[in-house]
């Protein structure tokens, strides 16, 4: 049975009922259980948590202590593209939208790399909209070769493909896929989906599986919070990755928690979460997954994201530009959306070293894995 099949035979209602029905009996039991349940989860992202947050981040604190210490990977973006061939209201890459559209030859990639790199970083999120004729498998085979010469691990987060694709990219050196959901509500999707193949939300939701199959070593999930109700698509978010890890625990996961942000076109939340709200969220996930990986991005602001650390967030962005060429030629009219946390990378490292954390720009080198 796959994902797709599971969530169809949720009972949704039911779960949103419980889910804003819990009392404060269950978040205590949540606090205190050892093993993260999505029961446990249901509470500790339930309304009758809110007055618990304190002491969900001291235990946050202490789990994510244990398991990561004090160190803080490090990541950059780099745009590829920003042709689209999909309408979504909250993105600034629309295809509908009246912007310079672009995609990065193999020498304006390889100048981005060397002003990446210069910088110290080693792990690499390569982005693109989604357009499958011109920047599809045969642009991402050409360009991944480049870029895994010059990074240790090479993510991606760009249209789904099909699992031989995913494979070939695997053989170039692809590391991770990030692949986010949006929402698992069905008709808030539509609503937001409104032309291109994203608009099939199956697909979607079995992607991570395909991604799976195909030997990713990591696979990132999210949804945009703010498209609905934040709480219940954090809950569907947990049964998603529950599943995976069960079918296919070679594969390591992480989770990206983006609040939707002002963009080119776009549109206000239509559920808003406060900051409080996102540390709940944050600690409410390092309870139910100890191992998980959290990634916070520059659509945070500096003095948020700087007191975020010790709570769960393993990695983090810092400098990026969300424009394909942006590190060697910034033009702004490009972007996917608008960066909160605006500081140098020098900037946001001292920041964190103050606070007692280290970056680490190196945690991975592939070889390795097949030496016995
Ligand atoms: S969210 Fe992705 S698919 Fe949708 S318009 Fe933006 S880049 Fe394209």
Redesign the pocket.
């Known amino acids: 049975m796959s994902f797709y099949d599971e969530l169809s035979s949720l009972p949704r209602e039911q779960l949103k009922l419980s889910l804003y029905s819990i009392g404060p009996k269950e978040v205590e039991s949540a606090l205190v259980s050892s093993e993260g349940s999505l029961s446990s989860l249901m509470a500790l992202l339930s309304p009758a948590a809110e007055p618990y947050i304190e002491q969900m981040a001291v235990r946050a604190k202490e789990i994510t202590r244990r398991r990561f210490g004090t160190n803080i990977g490090m990541y950059l973006p780099l745009y590829l593209s ?1 042709l ?1 061939a ?3 209201d ?6 509908s939208n009246k912007l310079k559209r672009k995609s990065l030859t193999s020498d304006e990639l390889k100048q981005e790399i060397s002003i990446i790199k210069r910088q110290g970083f080693d792990s690499i999120l390569l982005v ?3 357009h499958e004729t011109k920047v599809g498998i045969d642009y991402f085979a050409s360009m991944l070769p480049l870029v895994k010469k010059q990074f240790s691990y090479v993510a991606m987060e760009v ?1 789904p493909l099909r699992e031989d694709e995913y494979k070939h990219l695997v053989n170039l050196g692809l590391d991770a896929v990030m692949l986010y959901q ?1 929402t698992y509500n069905p008709t808030t999707y539509q609503e937001h ?1 409104t032309r ?1 193949n ?1 608009q099939d939300y199956r697909y979607r939701v079995d992607s991570p599986e395909r991604i799976a199959r195909a030997g990713v070593d990591k696979i990132g999930l999210g949804v945009l919070l703010g498209l609905d109700d934040w709480r219940f698509d954090a809950l569907m978010l947990g049964y998603h990755l529950h599943y995976l890890e069960r079918h296919f625990w070679r594969c390591r996961y992480s989770l990206s928690l983006p609040r939707l942000r002002p963009c080119t076109g776009g549109i206000t939340p239509k559920m808003p979460l406060t900051d409080k709200g996102l540390v709940q969220l944050i600690c409410a996930f390092r309870l139910f997954n100890q191992q998980l990986e959290i990634s916070l991005s520059t659509r945070e602001p500096a003095s948020l994201r700087d007191n975020l650390y010790g709570l769960g967030v393993t990695h983090i962005s810092a400098g990026s530009s969300t424009e394909p060429g942006g590190y060697s030629n910034p033009q702004r009219q490009l972007n ?1 959306f608008e960066i909160s946390d605006d500081r140098s990378v020098s900037e946001t490292v001292s920041a964190m070293v103050a606070k007692g954390y280290i970056p680490v720009w190196k945690d991975w080198q592939s070889e390795w894995i097949n030496l016995s």
Do not use: L
């Open positions: 920003n689209c999909n309408e979504c909250y993105c600034g890459f629309s295809m693109s909209g989604e249209q949006e989906h291109g994203k996917q």
